[in-house]
């Protein structure tokens, strides 16, 4: 009963700190004024430079919150390999399943960090040539299930033809 009464006024305790002194608060005063003024800016989802376009977050992706987007001037990456287009992430209708990042080949054939993500992407430097020409490390069962999610399969075609 004693110990009862200790735990029920530490409770009430802590609450009051919370509530009067805002303890325990792990939002920062600059970001609780950019949340209250609607300036919060999104992270960036998509790394843009590694991505090679294909397409394939944005066929996995069950809430439609991923569009590709046309590129300016299409951009040769690898010999027959042209990046045409890079996705946009909306925000507001993803659902964080992550099989964008799943899906991402970059991710799945090299087996390096995903180039899109529902969280902040940072700064990837990844060599799109050089990640190309290392073997890959995945079983063919496992490339066939991510060859359905792909617009443009020629890089499972390099594969192929570099195993033959
Ligand atoms: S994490 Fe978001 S953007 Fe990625 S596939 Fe899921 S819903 Fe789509
Ligand atoms: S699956 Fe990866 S490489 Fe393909 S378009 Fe999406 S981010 Fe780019």
Do not use: W
């Not at 299409?74 to 946009?88: C, D, H, S, V, W």
């Not at 390096?112 to 700064?123: L, S």
Request: charge should be negative; glycine fraction near 6%; include cysteine.
């Amino acid at each position: 009963m004693k110990n009862l009464l200790r735990i029920l006024l530490e409770g009430a305790y802590t609450n009051i700190k919370r509530i009067f002194f805002a303890a325990d608060r792990v939002t920062d005063m600059e970001l609780r004024k950019k949340i209250l003024t609607g300036k919060v800016e999104p992270t960036p989802k998509v790394a843009e430079t590694p991505c090679i376009g294909c397409g394939g977050c944005s066929n996995a992706c069950p809430t439609g919150a991923i569009q590709m987007k046309d590129l300016e001037e299409p951009i040769e990456i690898a010999e027959g390999l042209i990046k045409r287009q890079i996705p946009t992430l909306d925000s507001e209708k993803c659902v964080y399943c992550y099989y964008c990042h799943d899906f991402c080949p970059l991710y799945a054939l090299f087996g390096e960090p995903g180039t899109i993500h529902p969280n902040d992407v940072g700064i990837v430097e990844f060599d799109v040539k050089e990640a190309i020409e290392k073997p890959v490390k995945i079983p063919e069962e496992k490339l066939k299930f991510i060859t359905q999610f792909l617009s443009d399969k020629s890089i499972i075609e390099r594969e192929k033809t570099s195993r033959e």
